[in-house]
């Protein structure tokens, strides 16, 4: 079992950053690759990024690719969404979630955990 907590989300004006955190209780997290989503009302539920276990790979979409980071540290159990030039648009609610495979990191169905999530408002 793996617990998922976001934080760092709020409000931020056009072209700020947020640095969004994702903290992991339970065994073995460097076992799990991590995803990052956001979903705004009305939307589906929208892929940013994603990280392998130990963070030799990551891939965002290219909606989102040069503004976003996503990185990871292990001996905290933390993963990371660094996120700049932020946009009206990019205001949503935002997960993590977390698996074992790293394929298809791109689709929300096959994950096994996921956080509550953070809200980041950006405003015009």
């Known amino acids: 079992q793996v617990q998922l907590v976001e934080s760092g989300g709020g409000l931020v004006q056009t072209g700020g950053s947020l640095r969004l955190s994702c903290a992991a209780s339970?065994?073995?997290?460097?076992?799990?690759?991590m995803g990052w989503f956001r979903q705004s009302p009305g939307k589906e539920r929208e892929f940013v990024a994603a990280?392998?276990?130990?963070?030799?790979?990551?891939y965002s979409p290219g909606s989102v690719k040069d503004r976003v980071t996503i990185s990871r540290d292990n001996t905290k159990n933390t993963v990371y969404l660094q996120m700049n030039s932020l946009k009206p648009e990019d205001t949503a609610v935002y997960y993590c979630?977390?698996?074992?495979?790293?394929?298809?990191?791109?689709?929300?169905?096959?994950?096994?955990?996921w956080g509550q999530g953070t809200q980041v408002t950006v405003s015009s």
């Open positions: 979630a977390a698996k074992t495979s790293w394929a298809s990191m791109h689709t929300d169905t096959n994950y096994d955990y």
């Open positions: 339970g065994r073995l997290f460097s076992r799990y690759a």
């Open positions: 990280i392998s276990w130990s963070g030799g790979s990551t």
